[in-house]
């Protein structure tokens, strides 16, 4: 017992001598160096809104979207009617980049109003199904 004693006291020293005697720690460097990477945007392929259209309809999207050109009036996600006032809220390129980016990366942007509920599995589609997916959302 005495022995446990012992050790917990000279480990309580040790922290308490420890504490505080390098003063003030900062969090932050003194200075950055080198330069900083520009963002970059990949360069959307050309995409077929026909091909978009049924991609549209066949992955579920009418369920939730409210979309004219698809005759569709979902509430659950954003009206898709709205697609370039919400690019221009957003901040986050030109309107075909926004579409893409909400389609691969649902939660890059989430419209005021609306859950964070879109399925993250778009992502997923090939590169083609994309383009023709925001070919068709842009078209007007």
Same mark, same amino acid.
């Given at each position: 017992?005495?022995?446990?004693?012992?050790?917990?006291?000279?480990?309580?020293?040790?922290?308490?001598?420890?504490?505080?005697?390098?003063?003030?720690?900062?969090?932050?460097?003194?200075?950055?160096?080198?330069?900083?990477?520009?963002?970059?945007?990949?360069?959307?392929?050309?995409?077929?809104?026909?091909?978009?259209?049924?991609?549209?309809?066949?992955?579920?999207?009418? /369920?939730?979207?409210?979309?004219?050109? @698809?005759? &569709?009036?979902? #509430?659950? !996600?954003?009206?898709?009617?709205?697609?370039? $006032?919400?690019?221009?809220?957003?901040?986050? /390129?030109?309107?075909?980049?926004?579409? @893409?980016? &909400?389609?691969? #990366?649902? !939660?890059?942007?989430?419209?005021?109003?609306? $859950?964070?509920?879109?399925?993250?599995?778009? /992502?997923?589609?090939?590169?083609?199904?994309?383009?023709?997916?925001?070919?068709?959302?842009?078209?007007?």
């Amino acid at each position: 017992m005495r022995v446990a004693v012992a050790v917990l006291a000279g480990a309580s020293a040790l922290l308490v001598a420890g504490c505080g005697s390098q003063g003030i720690v900062l969090p932050t460097a003194n200075g950055v160096s080198g330069t900083l990477a520009q963002p970059t945007t990949t360069p959307l392929a050309k995409g077929d809104p026909a091909a978009g259209k049924k991609l549209f309809t066949s992955e579920g999207c009418t /369920g939730c979207h409210t979309y004219g050109p @698809a005759g &569709s009036h979902g #509430t659950i !996600g954003p009206d898709l009617d709205k697609l370039a $006032q919400y690019a221009k809220q957003a901040n986050q /390129g030109t309107l075909p980049q926004f579409v @893409a980016q &909400s389609i691969t #990366t649902p !939660g890059a942007y989430i419209q005021s109003g609306y $859950q964070n509920v879109m399925p993250t599995t778009y /992502g997923n589609l090939p590169a083609k199904q994309i383009a023709d997916l925001v070919a068709f959302l842009t078209q007007k």
